[in-house]
């Protein structure tokens, strides 16, 4: 079989090398992930690049600059905490319990994949976004200006406008909940790349969850809802931190992605939490 002429700018770059590397360092999907890197490079060195950054543990969706989510392209820069396919279970749930024209809070938005999801199938949607790290935010931004979200850069519910209090119809959040003693055993692309803010929930992975569902209830209209991801083993424990503040709980599990998310409801008639923005839990 003749040799394959070398790549050119002219010449799409084959992806049988890449697939040999890839396979080598261990990536699972190394022909699919092949394909993606051939199609973003234009040229061989550039491929070449391209697969030495994923050999070298980057998350695929950090070399390629975005991530599929919810059937949208989401940009994810580096050090961005890459979206989860299981927490598309998340976003179907909020669009199940919101409609056109919803208020919707997403906290800890890393990329923002979560509301953009939310405002692409809603069509309509007055959407904030929250995150701490100022390289999401930039990102977050980048992503959600299509559909005239507002991202803010500070700690959960801190920097949102008060003029929210009350009105949020849906706040989701994908809060880190990853115990603290099992950081080291994620992999090397989640816990090297991903910013540890960003998966670090303490001691049992619930100390962000019991943050959130501590402050939703000032944030959330009368049957308004939250939704937190969370593991299935932690389900439990974050329906009895819901139930402590007066949140209707409920869980949902989806076994098809391996998605757990618990639910909490603002009962219709409350009064909701009182204290100000300076003395109220974030």
Same mark, same amino acid.
């Given at each position: 079989m003749?040799?394959s002429?070398?790549?050119?700018?002219?010449?799409? !770059?084959?992806?049988?090398?890449?697939?040999?590397?890839?396979?080598?360092?261990?990536?699972?999907?190394?022909?699919?992930?092949?394909?993606?890197?051939?199609?973003a490079?234009?040229t061989?060195?550039?491929?070449?690049?391209?697969?030495?950054?994923?050999?070298?543990?980057?998350?695929?969706?950090?070399?390629?600059?975005?991530a599929?989510?919810?059937?949208?392209?989401?940009?994810?820069?580096?050090?961005?905490?890459? !979206?989860?396919?299981?927490?598309?279970f998340?976003?179907?749930?909020?669009?199940?319990?919101?409609?056109p024209?919803?208020?919707?809070?997403d906290?800890?938005?890393?990329?923002?994949?979560? #509301?953009?999801?939310?405002?692409?199938?809603?069509?309509?949607?007055?959407l904030? &976004?929250?995150?701490?790290?100022?390289? &999401?935010?930039?990102?977050?931004?980048?992503?959600?200006? !299509?559909?005239?979200?507002?991202?803010?850069?500070?700690?959960?519910?801190?920097?949102?406008?008060a003029?929210?209090?009350g009105?949020?119809?849906?706040?989701?959040?994908?809060?880190?909940y990853?115990?603290?003693?099992?950081?080291?055993?994620m992999?090397?692309?989640?816990?090297?790349h991903?910013?540890?803010?960003?998966?670090?929930?303490? !001691?049992?992975?619930?100390?962000?969850?019991?943050?959130?569902?501590?402050?939703?209830?000032?944030?959330?209209?009368?049957?308004?809802?939250l939704?937190?991801?969370?593991?299935?083993?932690?389900?439990?424990?974050?329906?009895?931190a819901f139930?402590?503040?007066?949140?209707a709980?409920?869980?949902?599990?989806?076994?098809a992605?391996?998605?757990t998310?618990?639910? #909490?409801?603002r009962?219709?008639?409350?009064?909701?939490?009182? #204290?100000?923005a300076?003395?109220?839990?974030?």
């Amino acid at each position: 079989m003749p040799a394959s002429p070398p790549s050119s700018p002219s010449t799409p !770059p084959t992806r049988a090398s890449a697939v040999g590397r890839l396979r080598a360092a261990g990536c699972v999907f190394a022909e699919d992930e092949a394909a993606l890197l051939v199609a973003a490079a234009r040229t061989a060195a550039e491929l070449d690049a391209l697969v030495e950054r994923r050999v070298a543990g980057e998350p695929l969706e950090h070399v390629l600059g975005w991530a599929e989510f919810c059937g949208l392209r989401i940009a994810v820069d580096a050090g961005v905490f890459v !979206p989860r396919r299981r927490t598309e279970f998340l976003v179907r749930l909020a669009v199940d319990l919101a409609a056109p024209g919803a208020v919707a809070v997403d906290l800890c938005c890393g990329s923002g994949a979560v #509301g953009a999801a939310l405002a692409a199938a809603l069509g309509r949607v007055e959407l904030h &976004a929250v995150d701490v790290e100022p390289a &999401a935010v930039a990102c977050a931004r980048r992503n959600l200006a !299509p559909a005239g979200g507002r991202v803010y850069q500070g700690d959960l519910t801190e920097p949102l406008p008060a003029t929210l209090r009350g009105r949020v119809d849906v706040l989701v959040a994908n809060v880190p909940y990853v115990p603290t003693e099992a950081i080291g055993l994620m992999p090397p692309e989640a816990r090297v790349h991903e910013p540890r803010a960003a998966l670090d929930g303490g !001691p049992d992975g619930l100390d962000v969850l019991r943050r959130v569902a501590a402050a939703a209830p000032r944030w959330l209209a009368p049957g308004g809802h939250l939704l937190i991801e969370t593991g299935e083993r932690q389900a439990p424990a974050a329906l009895a931190a819901f139930a402590a503040h007066d949140l209707a709980p409920r869980v949902a599990h989806s076994d098809a992605v391996g998605a757990t998310v618990v639910i #909490g409801t603002r009962p219709v008639g409350s009064a909701g939490a009182c #204290g100000s923005a300076g003395s109220a839990p974030s």
